[in-house]
């Protein structure tokens, strides 16, 4: 190798993100580069001469002496990954690849190890290994929920084309619910949000007044809740509002016994359904008396006077992961 040639190696070494380490036969460090340094905490004076076993931890010490025995007796290693100790104790996972060092003569001499921190990797891979099990949590939930709506819907249903007609629109209702969780990587979707995307083509036709303090639902509060506005706005539009009334939604943070609350009241001027309701023999009264209610750990009732029905639930703040903030209104 020429001068040049040399120098320009060197440079490529010193300047790599990845720690190269050279290390003889006896498994001493010969050279030390700076990505070393960082990797593993020890300055190039500090490692050049030692005994490579100063990074390697006392369960991996086979993995070295292996190492060696098999360059010495001309085997091939593939890359793998391990853990070596920096100079404070921490454990720094990596990925390393080994290859042998040989003389003029082809004699081997050494050997050199490239090595990569996987710490960001490792860690990014448990975070999705997390979002995975959580991702399969919710789906498995939404099973559960679709299976219900079927059910209860076939058994309410007077024709298939209602029966069909009915679960369509249910489903599509989750799957805005979906759409806004999506949106903002199931990060939270804001109360006032999540009723102006349910009411949205309705509040087109009927005044729809939305008023409350900010809150931001968690991925079950957001789809239970735009599942029981979707059932209210369904209601509305075959046997309520009128062209004269509209319909209010408004919400309020409240104690009970040292337990912050959600107070949430929907009230629509209607009374065409209102014996229905009562008798609770739709679906849309079971999911708004039992079902929503009972999967935020709250309750709900409905009234009927003065010629509105109202339909208040009222849910511990903790199963919904409430933000407080300003008021809005549609």
């Known amino acids: 190798m020429d001068e040049h040639s040399a120098e320009r190696l060197a440079a490529i070494v010193e300047s790599s993100f990845d720690a190269i380490i050279s290390k003889d036969l006896s498994g001493t460090i010969v050279s030390w580069n700076k990505a070393a340094e960082r990797m593993f905490g020890y300055l190039e004076n500090e490692a050049v001469g030692q005994p490579i076993f100063m990074i390697i931890p006392e369960d991996r010490r086979d993995e070295e002496t292996n190492i060696l025995r098999r360059l010495k007796l001309g085997e091939r290693i593939e890359p793998f990954q391990t853990t070596r100790r920096h100079q404070d104790g921490r454990m720094v996972p990596i990925s390393i690849t080994i290859s042998p060092i040989k003389s003029q003569a082809g004699k081997l001499v050494g050997a050199s190890s490239i090595a990569r921190d996987i710490s960001e990797m490792r860690e990014s891979d448990r975070r999705l290994r997390l979002l995975m099990r959580e991702i399969n949590h919710r789906v498995k939930n939404q099973y559960a ?57 309705f509040g087109a036709l009927h005044p729809v007044q939305v008023i409350g303090p900010e809150i931001t639902l968690d991925a079950n509060a957001v789809l239970n809740l735009g599942m029981a506005f979707h059932e209210l706005v369904i209601n509305a539009m075959r046997f309520g509002v009128t062209d004269a009334g509209g319909i209010s939604v408004t919400w309020g943070l409240s104690s009970d016994g040292g337990v912050d609350m959600l107070e949430l009241v929907w009230s629509e001027p209607a009374v065409a359904y209102a014996e229905l309701l009562a008798q609770e023999e739709g679906f849309g009264a079971l999911v708004l008396s039992k079902l929503v209610p009972s999967a935020l750990s709250g309750q709900a009732n409905w009234s009927f006077s003065d010629g509105l029905v109202v339909w208040k639930l009222k849910a511990p703040l903790a199963r919904i992961q409430i933000g407080v903030g300003s008021s809005v209104s549609l």
């Open 145 to 201: 929920v679709v299976l219900a709506v079927i059910r209860q819907t076939a058994t309410r249903s007077r024709s298939i084309d209602e029966f069909e007609d009915r679960v369509r629109e249910r489903i599509m209702a989750l799957s805005h619910s979906h759409d806004l969780l999506s949106q903002v990587d199931w990060a939270g979707v804001s109360l006032a949000d999540l009723v102006a995307h349910q009411v949205g083509t």
